[in-house]
């Protein structure tokens, strides 16, 4: 299993991925396994944003 690291998270473009990520519902692709998302941010409330 794999991790994933995203960097910009709290970004217009990092947030749109972060969002896709998680709300992944596309049968017709396939991501590898993972077993955590880690999203970097810069602040403490970006991270509560996030």
């Given at each position: 299993m794999h991790n994933i690291?995203?960097?910009g998270a709290s970004g217009y473009l990092?947030?749109?991925i972060l969002a896709q990520l998680h709300n992944f519902i596309?049968?017709?692709?396939e991501l590898p396994a993972y077993?955590?998302?880690y999203a970097l941010v810069r602040s403490?409330?970006?991270a509560q944003a996030v």
């Open positions: 690291l995203l960097a990092g947030g749109s596309d049968d017709s692709m077993d955590t998302i403490d409330a970006q």
